[in-house]
DNA sequence: AAATCGACCAACCGCATGGCT
DNA sequence: GAGCCATGCGGTTGGTCGATT
């Protein structure tokens, strides 16, 4: 490899493995008195015996006056998932949208929750899209709690009155649980879903519609503004579980609904633009970090949403998924997809 | 009390890249 | 253009510490 100079501190007897105060402090007199210059010249002139790459490192991720440490905001948190999600694991990039903090730690930090935390919600943290594994529907009683315990967050943060919203907000968790099942399934099924998968899907009002519509020739008894519109709320969807702004939607429509005498969250799509509604939206966010990280490089977290497109994704939901679905209808899903996939796979 | 496990994170390693001669 | 050097970057490792068995 060109360019590229050892730093095998074994061979050359310098000292490796953590730095001590006195080392720290050599190295912050050295450098607010000169300057670092050459790293490579600096443990030399110094007085340290490491090597020049082992003191960039150490204060670059540590030393420096303007680093910030401790935890992370929940801002800085939604920071950094919307930035992975444009640019993938570029953690310098990243970084330099948090100021104050380093790669480094951001890597450390994401490898250590935000992995773990989006995977509890089904999302696969490399593509920032629902995982399609199967695994994923043995993870529904956790889905479920999340769902639940994100709202009971939210309850205690605007001081709600438990007994007066506990049922309704059981219900909705419950829905955008369903909502993220659904989801997953049908990215599963990974093409156009069956006639017989769209009948469980959608329950018993589409099954009757669905015969209105084969009678009038239409492909899969679906009316296919029906379907563009699935497909488009998906996104929506999506886009929503991992940007703030559309998480904070989500859950402006939840505390509306709360307020509005327990009408159904949609009941607030008024306070969205119907100009920018169209009938089919573009994604939101990348398939693939890879895919874009070109028009990606000089991102701005603040520009990675679009609450404008989010209006009818519960409105969509309420026409298709009647409420009524019992555990032996969704069983009833789970066996039908499941069942689906051994045919494709 | 000791052993084990898992989370966390500082530090290291190796590759990529850009600048200079 | 080739070679060399310095630095940046991302993946990985290994030590530490608290929780659990």
């Known amino acids: 490899?060109?360019?590229?100079?050892?730093?095998?501190?074994?061979?050359?007897?310098?000292?490796?493995?953590?730095?001590?105060?006195?080392?720290?402090?050599?190295?912050?007199?050295?450098?607010?008195?000169?300057?670092?210059?050459?790293w490579r010249a600096l443990p030399k002139l110094a007085g340290l015996n490491r090597c020049g790459k082992s003191c960039r490192l150490r204060w670059t991720n540590y030393l420096r006056p303007d680093i910030k440490r401790g935890r992370f905001?929940?801002?800085?948190?939604?920071?950094?998932?919307?930035?992975?999600?444009?640019?993938?694991?570029?953690?310098?990039?990243?970084?330099?949208?948090?100021?104050?903090?380093?790669?480094?730690?951001?890597?450390?930090?994401?490898?250590?929750?935000?992995?773990?935390?989006?995977?509890?919600?089904?999302?696969?943290?490399?593509?920032?899209?629902?995982?399609?594994?199967?695994?994923?529907?043995?993870?529904?009683p956790q889905l479920l709690a999340a769902a639940n315990f994100s709202n009971m967050n939210m309850i205690m943060m605007n001081n709600i009155p438990l007994d007066s919203t506990a049922l309704l907000l059981q219900s909705d968790a419950a829905q955008l649980a369903k909502i993220q099942l659904l989801h997953n399934i049908i990215q599963v099924l990974g093409t156009t879903p069956t006639m017989e998968a769209m009948n469980f899907l959608a329950g018993?009002?589409?099954?009757?519609?669905?015969?209105?519509?084969?009678?009038?020739?239409?492909?899969?008894?679906?009316?296919?503004?029906?379907?563009?519109?699935?497909?488009?709320?998906?996104?929506?969807?999506?886009?929503?579980?991992?940007?703030?702004?559309?998480?904070?939607?989500?859950?402006?429509?939840?505390?509306d609904s709360i307020n509005n005498n327990h009408q159904f969250p949609s009941s607030s799509a008024a306070n969205i633009p119907t100009s920018t509604q169209p009938t089919e939206l573009p994604a939101l966010l990348p398939a693939s970090p890879?895919?874009?990280?070109?028009?990606?490089?000089?991102?701005?977290?603040?520009?990675?949403?679009?609450?404008?497109?989010?209006?009818?994704?519960?409105?969509?939901?309420?026409?298709?998924?009647?409420?009524?679905?019992?555990?032996?209808?969704?069983r009833d899903i789970i066996e039908q997809t499941s069942s689906q996939t051994w045919s494709i796979s």
């Open 204 to 255: 018993p009002s589409f099954r009757e519609n669905h015969q209105l519509q084969r009678s009038n020739n239409l492909p899969f008894g679906f009316a296919p503004h029906k379907l563009t519109q699935l497909r488009s709320n998906f996104v929506n969807l999506e886009a929503s579980q991992h940007q703030p702004e559309l998480s904070e939607y989500h859950n402006q429509t939840l505390k």
């Open 290 to 330: 890879e895919r874009n990280q070109t028009e990606n490089k000089n991102i701005n977290p603040n520009d990675m949403s679009n609450p404008s497109s989010t209006s009818t994704t519960f409105e969509a939901w309420g026409d298709l998924v009647d409420d009524e679905a019992s555990d032996s209808y969704w």
């Open 73 to 140: 905001s929940e801002e800085e948190e939604q920071t950094i998932i919307n930035l992975h999600a444009g640019l993938g694991n570029k953690w310098s990039a990243i970084a330099s949208h948090l100021p104050g903090r380093t790669d480094n730690e951001i890597k450390n930090f994401w490898n250590t929750h935000l992995k773990k935390k989006l995977l509890r919600m089904g999302i696969d943290p490399v593509s920032h899209r629902p995982r399609t594994d199967l695994n994923i529907l043995a993870n529904l």
């Open 1 to 38: 490899m060109m360019g590229r100079l050892p730093c095998n501190n074994d061979e050359n007897g310098l000292k490796k493995g953590p730095w001590t105060p006195e080392e720290d402090r050599v190295l912050i007199d050295y450098i607010q008195r000169h300057g670092h210059g050459s």
